[in-house]
């Protein structure tokens, strides 16, 4: 069983900036395709980006391209979420997840087996 811890997340006004990290320990997450999804008060939990298991693809929203970056450490323990010219709209619960398999292409939640408890974003305007 892997554990999946998130931080990073805040109050920022609108413009700014920040960046989640999601910590694993327990079982590896190297071999897997890792992913952040969030999920807004009274919303459905949605896709937001992914990275493969070597870092060389990723994937996002049309939501967040051009502004979010995903990223993960060179042992491949640690995956991050960049946030820049955060919008009101983005402020929601993020939860960063373990792909079942080790593509970039996986963006539905039933593709993602094991799961963070969430770190909460808030963007003022």
């Known amino acids: 069983q892997v554990q999946l811890v998130e931080s990073g997340g805040g109050l920022v006004q609108a413009g700014g900036s920040l960046r989640l990290s999601c910590a694993a320990s327990?079982?590896?997450?190297?071999?897997?395709?890792m992913g952040w999804f969030r999920q807004a008060p009274g919303q459905e939990r949605e896709f937001v980006a992914a990275?493969?298991?070597?870092?060389?693809?990723?994937s996002y929203a049309n939501s967040v391209k051009g502004r979010f970056t995903i990223s993960r450490d060179h042992a491949k323990t640690t995956v991050y979420l960049q946030m820049n010219s955060l919008k009101p709209e983005d402020t929601a619960v993020y939860y960063c997840?373990?792909?079942?398999?080790?593509?970039?292409?996986?963006?539905?939640?039933?593709?993602?087996?094991?799961w963070g408890q969430g770190t909460q974003v808030t963007v003022s305007s």
């Open positions: 997840a373990r792909s079942l398999g080790d593509g970039s292409s996986r963006t539905d939640p039933g593709d993602f087996g094991s």
């Open positions: 327990g079982r590896t997450i190297s071999s897997y395709a």
């Open positions: 990275i493969n298991w070597n870092g060389g693809s990723t």
